[in-house]
Protein backbone atom coordinates (compact mmCIF):
# COMPACT_ATOMS: atom_id res chain seq x y z
CA UNK A 1 0.00 0.00 0.00
CA UNK A 2 1.59 3.58 -1.28
CA UNK A 3 -0.76 6.54 0.63
CA UNK A 4 -0.11 10.50 -0.76
CA UNK A 5 -1.10 12.81 2.16
CA UNK A 6 -1.46 16.13 2.33
CA UNK A 7 -0.17 17.43 5.31
CA UNK A 8 -1.11 19.97 7.00
CA UNK A 9 0.76 23.33 8.55
CA UNK A 10 2.44 22.20 12.71
CA UNK A 11 1.36 18.78 11.70
CA UNK A 12 4.46 15.66 13.32
CA UNK A 13 5.18 13.30 10.64
CA UNK A 14 4.77 10.75 13.09
CA UNK A 15 1.68 8.67 14.90
CA UNK A 16 2.60 9.53 18.43
CA UNK A 17 3.96 12.60 20.13
CA UNK A 18 4.56 12.81 23.98
CA UNK A 19 4.04 16.67 23.59
CA UNK A 20 0.85 16.64 22.89
CA UNK A 21 1.16 17.94 19.55
CA UNK A 22 -0.68 16.98 16.28
CA UNK A 23 -0.12 13.96 14.69
CA UNK A 24 -0.41 11.48 11.56
CA UNK A 25 -2.98 9.68 13.83
CA UNK A 26 -5.87 12.24 13.44
CA UNK A 27 -5.60 12.03 9.74
CA UNK A 28 -4.76 8.40 8.39
CA UNK A 29 -6.62 5.63 10.24
CA UNK A 30 -5.25 2.78 8.51
CA UNK A 31 -2.82 0.10 10.49
CA UNK A 32 0.69 -0.21 9.84
CA UNK A 33 1.50 2.44 7.58
CA UNK A 34 4.72 4.77 7.88
CA UNK A 35 6.00 7.91 6.38
CA UNK A 36 8.59 7.44 3.85
CA UNK A 37 10.73 9.93 5.07
CA UNK A 38 9.26 12.86 6.77
CA UNK A 39 8.04 16.68 6.79
CA UNK A 40 8.91 19.12 8.69
CA UNK A 41 6.41 20.15 11.44
CA UNK A 42 6.19 23.85 10.68
CA UNK A 43 6.22 22.42 6.48
CA UNK A 44 3.04 21.32 4.37
CA UNK A 45 2.25 19.10 1.35
CA UNK A 46 3.14 15.85 0.09
CA UNK A 47 3.91 12.86 2.35
CA UNK A 48 4.57 9.45 1.57
CA UNK A 49 3.17 6.23 4.02
CA UNK A 50 3.62 2.88 2.93
CA UNK A 51 3.55 0.03 4.80
CA UNK A 52 6.56 -2.04 2.89
CA UNK A 53 9.50 -1.35 4.64
CA UNK A 54 11.59 -2.00 1.27
CA UNK A 55 9.54 0.75 -0.23
CA UNK A 56 10.07 2.89 2.47
CA UNK A 57 13.71 2.77 2.16
CA UNK A 58 13.60 3.11 -1.34
CA UNK A 59 11.56 6.46 -1.07
CA UNK A 60 13.34 7.65 1.47
CA UNK A 61 17.44 7.16 1.08
CA UNK A 62 19.25 9.91 -0.40
CA UNK A 63 21.40 7.39 -2.84
CA UNK A 64 18.38 6.65 -5.00
CA UNK A 65 18.10 10.40 -5.66
CA UNK A 66 14.27 10.43 -5.95
CA UNK A 67 13.55 14.14 -6.55
CA UNK A 68 11.75 16.49 -4.35
CA UNK A 69 9.40 19.21 -5.17
CA UNK A 70 9.19 22.31 -3.05
CA UNK A 71 7.56 25.33 -3.72
CA UNK A 72 9.17 28.04 -1.21
CA UNK A 73 7.89 31.72 -0.06
CA UNK A 74 10.95 33.59 0.66
CA UNK A 75 11.64 37.07 2.35
CA UNK A 76 12.82 39.42 -0.65
CA UNK A 77 13.27 39.23 -4.31
CA UNK A 78 16.02 36.21 -4.95
CA UNK A 79 18.68 37.63 -7.05
CA UNK A 80 20.33 36.02 -10.23
CA UNK A 81 23.37 35.59 -7.81
CA UNK A 82 21.54 33.88 -4.79
CA UNK A 83 19.69 31.48 -7.27
CA UNK A 84 22.93 29.95 -9.23
CA UNK A 85 24.16 29.36 -5.51
CA UNK A 86 21.21 27.58 -5.07
CA UNK A 87 21.50 25.64 -8.14
CA UNK A 88 25.46 25.21 -7.74
CA UNK A 89 24.90 23.98 -4.43
CA UNK A 90 25.53 26.29 -0.93
CA UNK A 91 28.11 25.34 1.97
CA UNK A 92 25.73 24.48 4.85
CA UNK A 93 27.60 23.22 8.33
CA UNK A 94 26.79 19.81 7.33
CA UNK A 95 28.32 20.39 3.79
CA UNK A 96 27.66 21.54 0.37
CA UNK A 97 24.50 20.59 -1.25
CA UNK A 98 23.98 18.66 -3.40
CA UNK A 99 23.29 20.87 -7.16
CA UNK A 100 19.68 21.87 -6.95
CA UNK A 101 16.78 22.81 -9.28
CA UNK A 102 15.75 26.21 -8.92
CA UNK A 103 13.47 28.99 -10.93
CA UNK A 104 11.29 31.87 -9.78
CA UNK A 105 7.57 30.98 -9.85
CA UNK A 106 4.67 33.15 -9.63
CA UNK A 107 2.46 32.69 -6.40
CA UNK A 108 1.24 29.94 -6.67
CA UNK A 109 -2.51 28.94 -6.13
CA UNK A 110 -2.42 27.11 -2.54
CA UNK A 111 -4.75 26.70 0.44
CA UNK A 112 -4.58 29.54 2.85
CA UNK A 113 -1.84 28.88 5.90
CA UNK A 114 -3.16 28.63 9.63
CA UNK A 115 -2.56 30.96 10.76
CA UNK A 116 -0.65 32.41 8.18
CA UNK A 117 2.47 33.97 7.73
CA UNK A 118 4.27 36.58 9.05
CA UNK A 119 5.35 39.36 7.04
CA UNK A 120 7.26 42.74 7.18
CA UNK A 121 6.27 45.55 5.78
CA UNK A 122 7.96 47.18 3.31
CA UNK A 123 9.74 43.70 2.95
CA UNK A 124 8.75 42.27 -0.50
CA UNK A 125 7.83 38.54 -0.37
CA UNK A 126 8.80 36.13 -3.89
CA UNK A 127 8.31 32.14 -4.67
CA UNK A 128 10.56 29.84 -6.28
CA UNK A 129 10.55 26.50 -7.12
CA UNK A 130 13.55 24.16 -5.64
CA UNK A 131 13.89 20.82 -6.63
CA UNK A 132 16.46 18.90 -4.51
CA UNK A 133 17.65 14.82 -4.63
CA UNK A 134 18.63 14.41 -0.81
CA UNK A 135 16.57 15.36 2.06
CA UNK A 136 19.18 16.51 5.53
CA UNK A 137 17.22 18.17 8.02
CA UNK A 138 15.00 21.44 7.70
CA UNK A 139 17.83 21.96 4.27
CA UNK A 140 15.82 23.96 2.00
CA UNK A 141 14.94 26.69 5.17
CA UNK A 142 18.86 26.43 5.90
CA UNK A 143 19.47 27.17 1.79
CA UNK A 144 17.44 29.71 1.35
CA UNK A 145 18.98 31.23 4.70
CA UNK A 146 22.43 30.91 3.56
CA UNK A 147 21.76 32.69 0.16
CA UNK A 148 20.12 35.63 2.16
CA UNK A 149 16.01 34.94 1.52
CA UNK A 150 14.96 32.99 4.83
CA UNK A 151 11.51 31.18 3.83
CA UNK A 152 8.53 32.22 5.07
CA UNK A 153 6.37 29.15 3.92
CA UNK A 154 7.52 25.65 2.64
CA UNK A 155 5.09 23.65 0.49
CA UNK A 156 6.61 19.81 -0.82
CA UNK A 157 4.07 19.36 -3.88
CA UNK A 158 6.00 16.21 -5.49
CA UNK A 159 7.99 13.28 -4.52
CA UNK A 160 9.19 11.84 -7.64
CA UNK A 161 6.44 10.44 -10.03
CA UNK A 162 3.88 11.85 -7.39
CA UNK A 163 2.20 14.89 -7.24
CA UNK A 164 -1.06 16.35 -4.45
CA UNK A 165 -3.23 16.93 -7.45
CA UNK A 166 -5.89 18.89 -5.93
CA UNK A 167 -5.70 17.36 -2.32
CA UNK A 168 -6.77 19.48 0.46
CA UNK A 169 -4.75 19.87 3.23
CA UNK A 170 -5.67 16.24 5.75
CA UNK A 171 -7.04 14.60 2.59
CA UNK A 172 -5.24 11.40 1.68
CA UNK A 173 -5.08 8.69 -1.43
CA UNK A 174 -3.91 5.35 -1.99
CA UNK A 175 -2.11 5.40 -5.10
CA UNK A 176 -0.61 2.42 -7.34
CA UNK A 177 2.82 1.87 -6.94
CA UNK A 178 5.04 3.63 -10.07
CA UNK A 179 7.42 1.02 -11.84
CA UNK A 180 10.51 3.31 -11.19
CA UNK A 181 9.95 2.46 -7.08
CA UNK A 182 9.33 -1.25 -7.53
CA UNK A 183 11.48 -4.04 -6.32
CA UNK A 184 14.42 -4.72 -9.11
CA UNK A 185 14.86 -8.72 -9.21
CA UNK A 186 18.55 -7.66 -10.19
CA UNK A 187 19.10 -5.99 -6.97
CA UNK A 188 17.23 -7.75 -4.61
CA UNK A 189 15.05 -6.51 -2.17
CA UNK A 190 16.14 -4.46 0.75
CA UNK A 191 16.11 -6.11 4.01
CA UNK A 192 13.29 -5.70 6.15
CA UNK A 193 16.12 -5.21 9.33
CA UNK A 194 17.94 -2.59 6.85
CA UNK A 195 14.41 -0.39 6.42
CA UNK A 196 13.69 -0.96 9.97
CA UNK A 197 17.35 0.87 10.20
CA UNK A 198 16.61 3.65 8.28
CA UNK A 199 12.95 4.38 9.76
CA UNK A 200 14.80 4.25 12.90
CA UNK A 201 17.26 6.65 11.91
CA UNK A 202 14.35 8.98 10.84
CA UNK A 203 12.70 8.43 14.41
CA UNK A 204 15.69 9.80 16.17
CA UNK A 205 16.29 12.84 13.67
CA UNK A 206 12.90 14.06 14.06
CA UNK A 207 13.11 13.48 18.14
CA UNK A 208 16.16 15.49 17.88
CA UNK A 209 14.85 18.47 16.19
CA UNK A 210 13.39 17.18 12.50
CA UNK A 211 9.68 18.26 14.14
CA UNK A 212 10.27 21.72 14.33
CA UNK A 213 9.12 24.48 16.70
CA UNK A 214 6.12 24.43 18.59
CA UNK A 215 5.57 27.96 18.07
CA UNK A 216 5.68 28.19 14.97
CA UNK A 217 -7.57 26.05 -2.98
CA UNK A 218 -7.79 25.12 -6.29
CA UNK A 219 -5.88 21.92 -7.95
CA UNK A 220 -2.48 22.57 -7.93
CA UNK A 221 -1.16 22.27 -11.41
CA UNK A 222 1.30 19.76 -12.80
CA UNK A 223 4.94 21.03 -13.29
CA UNK A 224 8.55 20.39 -13.37
CA UNK A 225 10.10 17.91 -11.20
CA UNK A 226 7.69 14.54 -11.75
CA UNK A 227 4.89 13.67 -13.86
CA UNK A 228 0.85 13.11 -12.45
CA UNK A 229 0.62 9.67 -10.52
CA UNK A 230 -0.05 6.94 -12.91
CA UNK A 231 -1.95 4.01 -12.26
CA UNK A 232 -5.36 3.56 -10.96
CA UNK A 233 -5.76 5.69 -7.66
CA UNK A 234 -8.82 4.85 -5.11
CA UNK A 235 -10.79 7.85 -4.12
CA UNK A 236 -9.97 10.86 -1.64
CA UNK A 237 -10.42 10.22 2.11
CA UNK A 238 -10.76 13.05 4.10
CA UNK A 239 -9.84 12.73 8.10
CA UNK A 240 -13.18 11.42 10.48
CA UNK A 241 -13.96 13.80 12.92
Known amino acids: MLIVFNKPFNVLSQFTDKEGRRTLAE ?3 VPRVRPAGRLDYDSEGLLLLTDDGALRARIAEPKHKLPKTYWVQ ?31 IPEPELWPRDPPIRMRRNIPTAWIELILTEGRNRQVRRMTA ?24 GEWREV ?23 QSA ?3 ETERGGGGSRRARRKIPAGRGGSRRSGRTQSTRRPSR
Open 27 to 29: FIP
Open 74 to 104: VEGTPTTDALEQLRNGVMLNDGRTRPADVRP
Open 146 to 169: AVGFPTLRLVRVAVGPYRLDGLEP
Open 176 to 198: AIAPSLARDPRLGPIGEADAALI
Open 202 to 204: HDL
